[in-house]
Nanobody
């Protein structure tokens, strides 16, 4: 059964870094748009970063531009989210999303930024 599984979340101090990973199975990330979303308590799920498979274009939420980087290693069916200079407001559950004809969501990984 096709799915994506996130990992790499945890507790980090403000100003710290984390790298999230999303591993896909039973489909090829090279032919899917891959994105990271996040949802903080009491808030709607929001797009954080997206990587288009056709032209490699990336887009970011204004709140993370210059701090987060999405990258893909299609040979490993893996997408990453490098998060630097983390802030308390980055605290959320982060979800991997794969989209083309079908849409796949992971179960999410918790990121907590706190001193």
């Amino acid at each position: 059964q096709a799915r994506v599984v996130e990992s790499g979340g945890g507790l980090v101090q403000p100003g710290g870094s984390l790298r999230l990973s999303c591993v896909a199975s039973e489909f090829t990330t090279a032919t899917y748009d891959m994105s990271w979303y996040r949802q903080a308590p009491g808030k709607e799920r929001e797009l954080v970063a997206k990587s288009d498979f056709i032209d490699g274009r990336t887009i970011y939420a204004d709140s993370v531009k210059g701090r987060f980087t999405i990258s893909r290693e299609d040979g490993k069916n893996t997408v990453y989210l490098q998060m630097n200079s983390l802030k308390p407001e980055d605290t959320a559950v982060y979800y991997c999303n794969a989209r083309r004809r079908l849409i796949y969501w992971g179960q999410g990984t918790q990121v907590t930024v706190s001193s």
